[in-house]
């Protein structure tokens, strides 16, 4: 009984083991990889958009990047808190 039970234990494993051979690879080629556009070209008409941006213009995102940086993530000048 102890002997059977081993040997199921064994193949199951063994069976498990080889599910993991069967993984298909996930290779980056040039076939069917849709390539992303830069981020500054934006995803079209947004009620997101800051007015202030203009898709397509790299220098109008970073400077959003910036402005965005500056004043919306830094809790020290949003704030009006002095630094320590």
Not at 23 to 27: A, C, G, L
Not at 29 to 47: E, F, L, R, T
């Given at each position: 009984m102890?002997r059977?039970?081993?040997?199921?234990t064994?193949?199951?494993?063994?069976?498990?083991a080889?599910?993991?051979?069967g993984?298909?690879?996930?290779?980056m080629?040039?076939?069917?990889?849709?390539?992303?556009?830069?981020?500054?070209?934006?995803?079209?008409?947004?009620?997101y958009?800051?007015t202030?941006?203009k898709?397509?213009?790299?220098?109008?995102?970073?400077?959003?990047?910036?402005?965005?940086?500056?004043?919306?993530?830094?809790?020290?000048t949003?704030?009006?808190?002095?630094?320590?």
């Open positions: 102890m059977r039970f081993a040997l199921t064994t193949v199951a494993a063994a069976l498990l080889l599910t993991a051979c993984e298909k690879p996930q290779e080629n040039a076939a069917g990889v849709k390539q992303d556009s830069a981020p500054y070209q934006g995803v079209g008409s947004s009620q958009a800051n202030d941006w898709a397509g213009d790299k220098t109008s995102w970073e400077q959003q990047l910036k402005t965005r940086a500056q004043y919306g993530q830094n809790d020290y949003r704030m009006g808190g002095n630094k320590p």
